[in-house]
Structures are given as structure tokens and as C-alpha cells.
């Protein structure tokens, strides 16, 4: 028997299931552009996301693979464990509000392609807003060194393209 068992799929989940063209920038000096596609597929069952990241971050190709949808009993969300093509591992929480927006938030070790060379990043977080009819998302990502203020740090915006 399972821990899990009895649970249900979580269908907010799906709302961001789909193929998206991805475009936005560091914020920086100057700016750093990220373009590319986001793919979210509803593994059978619907339990889980997998997430497929190919975007570039400059001129540094980005490439990903992440998994949403594990219980997480600290937040009451969800874990979000990804892969890269550097070789990292990176985890982070993921919550959905009553409305419908995400919430992620991570350690140092999130993005590290955007990551500023200055100025290490102790925390990081992202807001996923959806769209009313569901055909774009945008995300604010913001980036902490001390876990306690914020600064802006990514702006994305994604656009269906399935």
C-alpha cells in the first residue's frame, strides 16, 4: 500500500498542460533575452506534470526535465524536482492559490543559467499567472540573497502554441 493511496489527482495542475512559446529576459544590464518553448504533458493518471524545458538564455541553450505533482507536507503544494543539461538537480514548492495562480519558490541552486555572477541568490520565486482564456501565462521571477528582501530578477511570458 502506497502512502499516497486514496489521494486524488489535483486538476489545477492541468491548467498549464500544453506547449508554449517562451520569450523574456534577465533583468540586468543590459537585459539578457530568453526565448524558446515550454511543454507541460499530464503524465496518465493525472497525478503528475512533466515538464520539458529548451529555451536559450542568451546565448546559453537551457535544457530541462521536471516533475510536478508530489505531495509536499511543508507547504501543502507540491515538490517540483527538475534535471538540466549542466547536471543540476534543483527541487523546489510549488502552490496553487484559490485563484488558480502558482507560486514556486527554491533555493540558490534554481535557474542557474540566469543567475547573476555578482551577487549569489540564497532564494528564489515565481508567481505563474494564467490568463482568463488560457492561451497565455506570464511569470515574475524574483531572486533574494539574504531569504528575506526581494528583487525582480526574470520577466516570461508564454503563449500556446499547441
Do not use: C
Amino acid at each position: 500500500m502506497s502512502e499516497h493511496e486514496g489521494r486524488e489527482p489535483d486538476n489545477r495542475l492541468h491548467a498549464i498542460a500544453g506547449r508554449w512559446q517562451t520569450s523574456g529576459h534577465v533583468i540586468d544590464e543590459p537585459e539578457i533575452p530568453i526565448a524558446g518553448t515550454d511543454t507541460y504533458e499530464v503524465l496518465p493518471g493525472g497525478y503528475f506534470l512533466v515538464h520539458h524545458v529548451d529555451v536559450t538564455v542568451g546565448d546559453k541553450p537551457v535544457r530541462a526535465i521536471e516533475i510536478i505533482g508530489e505531495p509536499d507536507a511543508v507547504s501543502g503544494g507540491f515538490l517540483a524536482r527538475s534535471f538540466d543539461n549542466d547536471g543540476n538537480a534543483e527541487l523546489m514548492r510549488v502552490t496553487i492559490d484559490d485563484d488558480g495562480i502558482f507560486h514556486f519558490s527554491g533555493g540558490a541552486e534554481v535557474a542557474s543559467a540566469a543567475q547573476p555572477t555578482d551577487a549569489p541568490s540564497a532564494r528564489v520565486r515565481s508567481t505563474l499567472t494564467i490568463a482568463e482564456d488560457g492561451q497565455s501565462m506570464t511569470a515574475l521571477w524574483e531572486r533574494s540573497e539574504d531569504g528575506t528582501k526581494w528583487q525582480r530578477w526574470m520577466d516570461i511570458s508564454f503563449m500556446r502554441s499547441d
